[in-house]
Nanobody, 126 residues
């Protein structure tokens, strides 16, 4: 089994920055992809960014390109998300996800991810 624990998040004004971190524990040697998703009240869970360590490919949702940066440490099985120029529409619970897929390109689909963290709240005030 794999456990994911997020940290960071909180309340910030529009235009501000926040950083999220996620650490995997347990049987992490089989993890090849880690990602951040978010879910706002009444909305579907959506991809924010993902990184695959088999090839180092990174995926960003169009809504966060140029503002968010995902980074990770394959050896430690950690992933971070630096969020700049935050907007009220970025308000959501942010969830860390991981998968064992030995794929070059990380998936943007929530169904592709096997392991999930509990989530951390990010609130952006206008």
């Amino acid at each position: 089994q794999v456990q994911l624990v997020e940290s960071g998040g909180g309340l910030v004004q529009a235009g501000g920055s926040l950083s999220l971190s996620c650490a995997a524990s347990g049987r992490t040697s089989s993890i090849y992809v880690m990602a951040w998703f978010r879910q706002a009240p009444g909305k579907e869970r959506e991809i924010v960014a993902a990184v695959g360590w088999n090839g180092g490919k990174i995926y960003y949702a169009d809504s966060v390109k140029g503002r968010f940066t995902i980074s990770g440490d394959n050896a430690k099985k950690t992933v971070s998300l630096q969020m700049n120029s935050l907007k009220p529409e970025d308000t959501a619970v942010y969830l860390c996800a991981a998968d064992r897929s030995f794929t070059t390109y990380p998936s943007s689909e929530k169904f592709a991810y096997e392991y999930w963290g509990q989530g951390t709240q990010v609130t952006v005030s206008s």
